[in-house]
Structure formats: structure tokens, C-alpha cells
């Protein structure tokens, strides 16, 4: 007589099952949905306000009395004019006097009679500022507690050019003459070792990357450790390991996680990209998506290294209050190759050695082929460092998971859990 017996689930299958539990209880999770908000919310506001404040260009009333003023004044408004097109360049007589990237600024000018109260008119704020005197070289500039910063630098950029134009009449020079000196030709420039150059420095991008993979590793690690422990704190993994072996188990926490941190990073770096290309700069979406190839393959790498370790580290602990003692030794791992890669970020001997260590190469390797200094070979070979690592690290991370996984009377150390091992089928 035969009877149905129910087919055991593949180990695909079941590590599917259990990796979309931990995707639909991290969706739900509130710390998730608010750190998550969070950044979209800075990444936004990083892109958006920067974009907001460039499009404002301040106004500012100043006040004239005397003829010169009157001229430099009516020059600064007009160089605050032309600054607020990029395309205009810097006049060359500016140029030679070291008054580049002018601000752009509305300048108004308020005529005032001789004898009028200047200073009334300051300390009331019906001006920003207010100039006087009929010569160009002793001209007096009239400000309450300061003067605004556009109306210092354009007056004066102004009288520089004024005062440049009138001892170059005095001198009887040609404007041929005046545009020898005002506009030399420049030495040719040859760099020896030419980094790559784009609209946002290649450090603030290694910057970013590596807060994103700090935070992604250090808030999900941690998530995997409190969902071990709550797992065994509620003998729920008792259920789960009487109906799938161990390993599967972990496998499925590992890939559910590694799914989450990347769709997160996904979803706040396009956040940043979309606001960059609906701000117009689209060299900056070029630039970020040319160096973020090598950073998803590392932080794959590096995630995945990391992520049983933390389980193992969950599963040390019998109650979620232990956490702060088994995962310390896993927040060190953490935070000080941060701080690490941070300090050598300038390129040289030490961060050429620390992008093949496994702790620091996440980070620093991934670094220096945006700064342009690793050879085509070698992100493969930290590559490799760091997935050897993480073959091994997994090993260790199991067999900690396995061994103290049912264990729930009283914290374990890791000696005790190594040892406690029993290898399920």
C-alpha cells in the first residue's frame, strides 16, 4: 500500500522562502522605513537645495554720491549682470588682479545729492551699502554692521578695472598695448600622473561610497543579529530548524539582507541621480555611474563577507540585551576600516596597502580606480582577496550560527559555540 509522502523542499527553494520572509519583515520594519526615508530626505535635500540656492541671485540697493562712485558703482552692477551668465569669462584687467568667479548680484544704484545723510540711510536699511567720492583711488565705502559680500567683491572688482583703464590712458598705451599686459600667454601645463576630472571632486564621491557602505553594512549587520536572537528568544528557530537544515537557514537571512542593503542603496543613489538630472547635471549622473561599477562589486563582496559573521554573532546571544556584548568585536570590524579608509584617502604607500586588505579593500580599492591610481589588474586581484575572505569568513560564520543557534538558556562564547557544533544535514 503506498501513501503520499510530501516532497522535501530544494534548497533553493527554501532559501528562497526563508529570504522572503526576511524581505517582508524588513519592509514592514519601522527603523528600516524611517533610516531609508531619511536618507532619501538628505540625498534630496543635498541635490535640491544646492540647485534652489544657485538660482537665487541676491538684490542689493547701494547708494552713489560723487561722480566716480557713481561710475564704479554702474560698473559693479554690471559685472554683477554678466556673472550670472557661467559662459561670461572674467575681464582680462580683473583676471591679472586675481578677482575670478565674481558673484553674481542685482545691483541697483540709488543716486544721492551732495549733503544727503548717507548714514541714515544705511542704518535704516532702505540701502545695503553706499559709496562716495569723485576720485576713483580714494573712494569710501559705507556699510552698516558689514556690507554684503557681492557688493565688497563687485566694487571692488570695479574700481580694480576702472583705476587699470585710467593708468593705461595715462601711459598713452594702445588697447594692443593693454591686452599684452592684462592678457598673457599662459605656460603650456603637462601633468604627470592626470586624475580624472568631472563636476564633483573624485574624493566626495569615494566619501560617499564609503559612508554608504559603512552604514548599509554596520544597520543591516546589526539587523541580522537582532533577528537571529529574536528568533531564538521566541523558539521560533526551533520550528525553522526542525523543517530545514541550519545552513539553508542562514543562507536565506544572508541573501534576504544582501537583497534589502543593495535595493536601499539603489533606491537613495537614484534618488540623488534623478535630482542631479532634473537639475541639469548631467556631467555629475556621468560621473557617478562610470565609478560606481567596481563599488557594487565590493560591496557585494564585502557584505556577504561580513553578514554570517554577524549572524553568528546574533545567534551568540540569548536575549536582544546581549547584542551590545557579542557584536562589539563585529562593530569594530566595521568602523574602524572606515576610519581607516578615511585617513588614506590621499593616495600613497598606505592606501595602496590597504585596498588588499579584506577589511579596508571595499573601500579603498574601489577608491583608487576613481582617483585614477590602480592598475587595470588590480581591483580584480583585491577582488579576489576579498572573496577568498569571504568563502572562509562564511565557513566561520556558519559553524558559529550552527552551534549556538538552539542554544537559548544563556549567552555563548564563540569558543563554546565552536566547539558546540554539530553539523545538520
Not at 143 to 169: C, F, K, M, T
Not at 369 to 396: D, S
Amino acid at each position: 500500500m503506498s501513501r503520499d509522502v510530501a516532497d522535501p523542499l530544494s534548497p533553493w527553494t527554501a532559501v528562497r522562502v526563508v529570504a522572503g520572509r526576511e524581505i517582508f519583515v524588513k519592509l514592514r520594519d519601522k527603523a528600516f522605513i524611517g533610516s531609508t526615508v531619511f536618507m532619501l530626505l538628505l540625498v534630496t535635500a543635498a541635490t535640491v537645495i544646492p540647485v534652489l540656492l544657485s538660482q537665487q541671485t541676491p538684490e542689493h540697493r547701494v547708494a552713489v554720491q560723487g561722480d566716480a562712485a557713481a561710475d564704479v558703482v554702474a560698473l559693479a552692477a554690471q559685472l554683477g549682470h554678466e556673472a550670472q551668465d557661467p559662459e561670461n569669462e572674467v575681464p582680462p584687467a580683473l583676471a591679472l588682479l586675481g578677482a575670478g568667479g565674481l558673484p553674481a548680484a542685482d545691483l541697483s544704484v540709488v543716486d544721492v545729492e551732495p549733503g544727503a545723510d548717507l548714514e541714515r540711510l544705511v542704518r535704516d536699511g532702505d540701502v545695503a551699502a553706499a559709496v562716495t567720492g569723485d576720485d576713483v583711488g580714494s573712494l569710501q565705502v559705507l556699510g552698516g554692521e558689514s556690507v554684503p559680500y557681492e557688493v565688497d567683491v563687485l566694487v571692488r572688482a570695479a574700481a580694480s578695472q576702472v583705476q587699470v583703464e585710467q593708468a593705461a590712458e595715462e601711459a598713452g598705451l594702445t588697447a594692443q598695448e593693454v591686452a599684452s599686459l592684462t592678457s598673457p600667454e599662459p605656460p603650456a601645463l603637462r601633468l604627470l600622473d592626470e586624475r580624472p576630472e568631472g563636476s564633483v571632486p573624485p574624493e566626495l564621491l569615494v566619501l560617499a561610497f564609503a559612508f554608504l557602505f559603512y552604514l548599509s553594512v554596520l544597520t543591516f549587520g546589526m539587523s541580522i543579529a537582532q533577528s537571529v536572537v529574536e528568533e531564538k528568544q521566541s523558539r521560533v528557530v526551533e520550528l525553522l530548524v526542525a523543517a530545514l537544515p541550519v545552513r539553508w537557514l542562514l543562507a536565506g537571512k544572508v541573501l534576504g539582507n544582501t537583497v534589502m542593503a543593495v535595493g536601499q542603496i539603489v533606491v537613495v543613489v537614484g534618488a540623488g541621480l534623478i535630482g542631479a538630472s532634473l537639475a541639469g547635471e548631467g556631467e555629475l549622473l556621468g560621473q557617478v555611474l562610470r565609478a560606481s561599477g567596481w563599488f557594487v562589486v565590493f560591496f557585494l563582496l564585502g557584505f556577504v563577507m561580513l553578514a554570517c559573521l554577524w549572524a553568528g554573532a546574533g545567534a551568540l546571544a540569548s536575549r536582544v540585551e546581549d547584542l551590545q556584548s557579542t557584536t562589539v568585536f563585529m562593530q569594530v570590524l566595521v568602523v574602524v576600516p572606515f576610519f581607516a579608509a578615511i585617513f588614506a584617502i590621499d593616495p600613497g604607500p598606505t592606501q595602496r596597502a590597504l585596498s588588499y586588505i579584506p577589511f579596508t579593500a571595499p573601500l579603498l580599492m574601489p577608491a583608487r580606480v576613481v582617483l585614477g591610481n590602480a592598475q587595470p589588474w588590480e581591483p580584480w586581484l583585491a577582488a579576489a582577496v576579498v572573496l577568498a575572505t569571504a568563502l572562509l569568513f562564511v565557513a566561520l560564520g556558519a559553524r558559529l550560527y550552527r552551534g549556538s543557534v538552539l542554544h537559548t538558556s544563556s549567552r555563548l562564547r564563540a569558543v563554546q559555540a565552536w566547539r558546540a557544533d554539530r553539523t545538520r544535514a
